[in-house]
Protein backbone atom coordinates (compact mmCIF):
# COMPACT_ATOMS: atom_id res chain seq x y z
CA UNK A 1 0.00 0.00 0.00
CA UNK A 2 1.65 3.53 -0.91
CA UNK A 3 2.19 5.84 2.57
CA UNK A 4 2.57 8.74 2.89
CA UNK A 5 5.70 9.30 4.64
CA UNK A 6 7.58 12.89 4.05
CA UNK A 7 11.56 12.65 4.69
CA UNK A 8 12.01 15.11 7.46
CA UNK A 9 10.00 12.71 9.67
CA UNK A 10 11.72 9.94 11.05
CA UNK A 11 9.64 7.15 12.29
CA UNK A 12 9.43 5.99 15.80
CA UNK A 13 6.23 3.78 15.95
CA UNK A 14 5.09 1.70 13.46
CA UNK A 15 1.67 1.71 12.47
CA UNK A 16 1.81 -2.32 13.45
CA UNK A 17 2.87 -1.49 16.78
CA UNK A 18 0.45 1.33 17.05
CA UNK A 19 -2.35 -1.43 16.25
CA UNK A 20 -1.37 -4.20 18.73
CA UNK A 21 -0.92 -1.49 21.64
CA UNK A 22 -4.36 -0.05 21.06
CA UNK A 23 -6.16 -3.83 20.72
CA UNK A 24 -4.28 -4.05 24.19
CA UNK A 25 -5.75 -1.12 25.99
CA UNK A 26 -9.54 -1.70 24.55
CA UNK A 27 -9.01 -5.66 25.81
CA UNK A 28 -8.18 -3.67 29.48
CA UNK A 29 -11.09 -1.28 29.39
CA UNK A 30 -13.05 -4.19 28.16
CA UNK A 31 -12.44 -6.09 30.97
CA UNK A 32 -12.97 -2.86 33.52
CA UNK A 33 -16.08 -1.93 32.55
CA UNK A 34 -17.56 -5.14 31.25
CA UNK A 35 -21.79 -5.37 31.58
CA UNK A 36 -21.07 -1.15 31.77
CA UNK A 37 -21.41 0.99 28.81
CA UNK A 38 -19.00 4.08 28.76
CA UNK A 39 -18.61 7.59 27.14
CA UNK A 40 -15.40 7.96 25.36
CA UNK A 41 -14.53 11.52 25.04
CA UNK A 42 -12.14 12.74 22.26
CA UNK A 43 -10.43 15.50 22.62
CA UNK A 44 -9.95 17.12 19.87
CA UNK A 45 -8.08 17.40 17.21
CA UNK A 46 -5.03 15.53 18.06
CA UNK A 47 -6.69 12.43 19.74
CA UNK A 48 -9.01 11.57 16.70
CA UNK A 49 -7.61 8.62 15.21
CA UNK A 50 -6.63 7.04 18.29
CA UNK A 51 -10.22 7.48 19.80
CA UNK A 52 -11.38 6.44 16.57
CA UNK A 53 -9.38 3.09 16.27
CA UNK A 54 -10.00 2.41 20.20
CA UNK A 55 -13.65 2.22 19.89
CA UNK A 56 -13.50 0.00 17.10
CA UNK A 57 -11.26 -2.54 19.68
CA UNK A 58 -13.40 -2.43 22.62
CA UNK A 59 -15.80 -4.53 23.46
CA UNK A 60 -19.09 -2.86 24.93
CA UNK A 61 -21.63 -0.40 23.72
CA UNK A 62 -19.74 2.88 23.89
CA UNK A 63 -20.73 6.92 22.97
CA UNK A 64 -18.62 9.10 21.25
CA UNK A 65 -18.28 13.20 22.60
CA UNK A 66 -15.69 15.56 21.11
CA UNK A 67 -14.24 18.31 23.14
CA UNK A 68 -12.78 21.03 20.96
CA UNK A 69 -9.83 22.67 22.87
CA UNK A 70 -7.17 25.37 22.42
CA UNK A 71 -4.60 26.21 24.86
CA UNK A 72 -3.80 29.20 25.87
CA UNK A 73 -0.36 30.34 25.52
CA UNK A 74 2.77 30.07 22.73
CA UNK A 75 2.88 26.80 20.11
CA UNK A 76 5.72 25.03 22.09
CA UNK A 77 4.40 26.41 26.07
CA UNK A 78 1.07 25.05 27.31
CA UNK A 79 -0.10 27.29 29.64
CA UNK A 80 -2.12 25.48 31.05
CA UNK A 81 -5.33 27.69 30.81
CA UNK A 82 -7.96 26.21 28.04
CA UNK A 83 -10.40 27.16 26.23
CA UNK A 84 -13.36 24.97 25.11
CA UNK A 85 -14.22 25.84 21.43
CA UNK A 86 -16.55 23.01 20.94
CA UNK A 87 -18.63 21.68 23.52
CA UNK A 88 -20.09 18.26 24.11
CA UNK A 89 -23.38 17.12 22.57
CA UNK A 90 -24.62 15.53 25.34
CA UNK A 91 -25.08 16.13 28.94
CA UNK A 92 -22.51 13.29 30.68
CA UNK A 93 -24.50 13.45 34.11
CA UNK A 94 -24.12 9.61 35.28
CA UNK A 95 -21.87 8.81 32.87
CA UNK A 96 -18.79 6.26 32.75
CA UNK A 97 -16.16 8.90 31.10
CA UNK A 98 -13.28 7.89 29.40
CA UNK A 99 -11.08 10.89 28.29
CA UNK A 100 -8.95 10.08 25.57
CA UNK A 101 -6.04 12.13 24.39
CA UNK A 102 -3.15 11.87 22.06
CA UNK A 103 -0.19 13.00 24.34
CA UNK A 104 0.21 14.27 27.64
CA UNK A 105 3.23 16.33 27.88
CA UNK A 106 3.36 18.83 30.53
CA UNK A 107 -0.46 17.57 31.87
CA UNK A 108 -2.00 20.86 31.89
CA UNK A 109 -4.27 20.59 29.46
CA UNK A 110 -5.78 17.45 30.95
CA UNK A 111 -5.27 18.15 34.53
CA UNK A 112 -7.82 21.25 33.93
CA UNK A 113 -10.13 19.07 31.87
CA UNK A 114 -10.45 16.51 34.46
CA UNK A 115 -11.49 19.30 36.74
CA UNK A 116 -13.62 20.77 34.48
CA UNK A 117 -15.76 17.36 33.74
CA UNK A 118 -15.88 16.72 37.22
CA UNK A 119 -17.97 19.69 37.28
CA UNK A 120 -20.88 17.93 35.05
CA UNK A 121 -21.31 14.85 37.27
CA UNK A 122 -20.77 12.07 35.28
CA UNK A 123 -19.94 8.66 37.38
CA UNK A 124 -16.73 8.01 36.70
CA UNK A 125 -13.56 9.94 35.09
CA UNK A 126 -10.86 7.86 33.62
CA UNK A 127 -7.46 9.15 31.26
CA UNK A 128 -6.79 7.02 28.26
CA UNK A 129 -3.50 8.63 26.61
CA UNK A 130 -1.72 7.29 23.65
CA UNK A 131 1.43 8.95 24.95
CA UNK A 132 3.07 10.52 27.67
CA UNK A 133 6.55 12.50 28.13
CA UNK A 134 7.47 11.91 31.45
CA UNK A 135 10.66 14.48 31.11
CA UNK A 136 8.20 17.82 30.55
CA UNK A 137 5.46 16.78 33.54
CA UNK A 138 4.78 19.78 35.22
CA UNK A 139 1.57 18.20 37.00
CA UNK A 140 1.01 15.24 38.55
CA UNK A 141 -1.19 12.96 36.56
CA UNK A 142 -2.65 9.77 37.13
CA UNK A 143 -3.03 8.11 32.90
CA UNK A 144 -4.97 4.94 33.68
CA UNK A 145 -4.57 3.64 29.60
CA UNK A 146 -1.06 4.50 28.29
CA UNK A 147 -0.32 3.62 25.05
CA UNK A 148 3.70 4.72 25.11
CA UNK A 149 5.93 6.57 27.16
CA UNK A 150 8.56 8.49 24.67
CA UNK A 151 11.67 10.86 25.18
CA UNK A 152 11.67 14.24 25.15
CA UNK A 153 11.16 14.89 21.39
CA UNK A 154 8.43 16.08 18.91
CA UNK A 155 5.69 13.94 17.39
CA UNK A 156 3.67 13.91 14.16
CA UNK A 157 1.35 11.30 12.99
CA UNK A 158 -1.52 8.94 13.82
CA UNK A 159 -3.49 12.13 14.58
CA UNK A 160 -0.99 14.73 16.06
CA UNK A 161 0.30 17.60 14.55
CA UNK A 162 2.74 20.15 13.25
CA UNK A 163 1.28 23.31 12.44
CA UNK A 164 -1.71 21.26 11.26
CA UNK A 165 0.06 18.89 9.04
CA UNK A 166 1.04 15.30 9.31
CA UNK A 167 -2.17 14.15 11.02
CA UNK A 168 -2.73 11.70 8.02
CA UNK A 169 0.15 9.64 8.32
CA UNK A 170 -0.30 6.40 9.72
CA UNK A 171 2.51 6.20 12.06
CA UNK A 172 4.20 7.86 14.56
CA UNK A 173 7.83 10.02 14.05
CA UNK A 174 9.80 12.68 15.28
CA UNK A 175 9.78 15.71 13.59
CA UNK A 176 12.98 17.17 12.09
CA UNK A 177 12.28 20.89 12.43
CA UNK A 178 15.46 21.87 10.23
CA UNK A 179 14.16 19.71 7.73
CA UNK A 180 10.90 21.31 7.50
CA UNK A 181 12.16 25.14 7.36
CA UNK A 182 11.18 27.20 4.27
CA UNK A 183 7.73 25.19 3.62
P1 LIG B 1 0.03 19.56 27.86
O1 LIG B 1 0.05 18.18 28.47
O2 LIG B 1 -0.91 20.51 28.53
O3 LIG B 1 1.42 20.13 27.75
O4 LIG B 1 -0.53 19.53 26.40
C1 LIG B 1 -0.60 18.43 25.62
C2 LIG B 1 -0.98 18.90 24.22
O5 LIG B 1 0.14 19.53 23.57
C3 LIG B 1 -1.32 17.69 23.36
O6 LIG B 1 -2.68 17.39 23.41
C4 LIG B 1 -0.85 18.13 21.98
O7 LIG B 1 -1.87 18.83 21.32
C5 LIG B 1 0.30 19.07 22.25
N1 LIG B 1 1.61 18.36 22.13
C6 LIG B 1 2.49 18.14 23.13
N2 LIG B 1 3.56 17.47 22.70
C7 LIG B 1 3.35 17.24 21.37
C8 LIG B 1 4.12 16.56 20.36
O8 LIG B 1 5.22 16.01 20.56
N3 LIG B 1 3.56 16.53 19.12
C9 LIG B 1 2.36 17.10 18.83
N4 LIG B 1 1.62 17.73 19.75
C10 LIG B 1 2.11 17.81 21.02
MG1 LIG C 1 -4.25 17.74 22.03
Not at 67 to 72: I, Q
Amino acid sequence: MPEFSPPEVKPLISAERIAARVDELAAEISRDYAGRSLVLLSVLKGSFVFAADLARAIDLPVRLEFLGVRSYGDDTKSSGVVQITQDLTRPVTGDDLVIVEDIIDTGLTISYLREQLKGRNPASVKVASLLHKPARIQRAVEIDYLGFTIDDVFVVGYGLDYAERYRNLRYLGVLDPSRTAGK
